[in-house]
């Protein structure tokens, strides 16, 4: 009998927005009999990813740099994890993936939309998630939230104001171009309501 279909399921959102704090109880909400959920990241999710990762999270570079760092550990991680998953039937859960290129490179720095579209053609060719949930919430809950968090800040969250709402608004033109695949998310509720509109979002992929 062949494998059952595999789902990619991505997260994005502003820094601080929650999907991390989601994400386990997403994996855990989708467990079914016979089911693998996969739990990846990016930029990350293979060893050579999370080099690149730890480069570009703390090194300061150019946007067009930043942006071909992003897209090779994209492509290491879809070869490696994510296609590998995907084709013995596993639903993939990964923590940002192309949006969040498109958000924070293309709407945040300035780097040419065309030139992200033409990597992502290249190098994840057939490969779109099923489902994106997109954590929106404004600059003051994110800010709120990282700073009671105590930890430092990487530099992507060091940016500014005015960063930070072009790449919101980077995402939420995302979203209105892509009403079926991207699923906005009201981040800002308490956890309780956030969940409940992520089970709302995912319902019709046979999850559960
Ligand atoms: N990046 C990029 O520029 N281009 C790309 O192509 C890719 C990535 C793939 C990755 O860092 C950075 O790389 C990211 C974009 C860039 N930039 N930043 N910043 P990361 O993966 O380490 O960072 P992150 O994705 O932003 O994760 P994060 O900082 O952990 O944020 P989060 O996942 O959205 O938030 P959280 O950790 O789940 O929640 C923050 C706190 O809020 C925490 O204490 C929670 O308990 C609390 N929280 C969350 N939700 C709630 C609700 N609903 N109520 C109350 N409290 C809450």
């Known amino acids: ?95 940002r993936f192309t949006d969040s290129t498109c958000a924070y490179q293309g709407a945040g720095k300035r780097v040419p939309q065309t030139l992200i579209l033409r990597l992502a053609r290249y190098v994840h060719p057939d490969l779109q998630p099923d489902r994106t949930l997109l954590f929106d919430c404004s600059f003051e809950v994110s800010r709120q939230r990282l700073q009671a968090t105590g930890r430092d800040l990487d530099r992507f969250e060091r940016e500014t104001r005015e960063f930070f709402d072009r790449v919101r608004a980077g995402y939420r033109r995302l979203a209105a171009a892509e009403p079926e695949r991207i699923r906005v998310i009201d981040a800002a509720q308490p956890l309780e309501h956030v969940r409940a509109q992520v089970r709302a979002a995912l319902a019709d992929l046979g999850g559960r």
């Open 1 to 95: 009998m062949p494998a059952a279909k595999g789902r990619f399921i991505t997260l994005e959102g502003v820094d601080g927005a929650g999907k991390s704090v989601h994400l386990p109880w997403i994996a855990h909400w989708l467990q079914a009999p016979g089911r693998e959920v996969l739990v990846t990241r990016e930029p990350g999710g293979t060893p050579l990813a999370e080099k690149l990762r730890t480069l570009v999270l703390a090194e300061a570079m150019d946007p067009l740099s930043e942006t071909l760092v992003m897209f090779a550990a994209r492509a290491d991680h879809v070869a490696r994890t994510i296609q590998p998953a995907l084709a013995r039937g596993a639903w993939v859960l990964c923590d």
